[in-house]
């Protein structure tokens, strides 16, 4: 499986679920969206991240690896 990690404005989210192309756009402020998700699976690692824990394949120092992508959380 693989997903695709895109950085975005701040408070603009990005998600594709099963690799849909179309995914989904909100302008939630990323505070009120995590407010909204259930704890786990989805946590927020980092101001501008949140992520779901049972996507992570591997976390490195500050670095967590997503399918192909890393995201640094420092």
């Known amino acids: 499986m693989?997903?695709?990690a895109?950085?975005?404005p701040k408070a603009h989210v990005l998600t594709s679920p099963n690799n849909s192309p179309s995914g989904l756009i909100t302008y939630q402020a990323l505070k009120e969206l995590a407010d909204t998700l259930p704890q786990p699976?989805?946590?927020?690692?980092?101001?501008?991240?949140?992520?779901?824990l049972d996507k992570i394949q591997m976390v490195d120092g500050n670095t967590l690896?997503?399918?192909?992508?890393?995201?640094?959380i420092q």
């Open 65 to 72: 690896y997503i399918a192909d992508k890393q995201v640094s």
């Open 41 to 52: 699976p989805f946590l927020r690692i980092h101001k501008s991240y949140i992520v779901s």
């Open 6 to 8: 895109r950085a975005l």
């Open 2 to 4: 693989t997903r695709r």
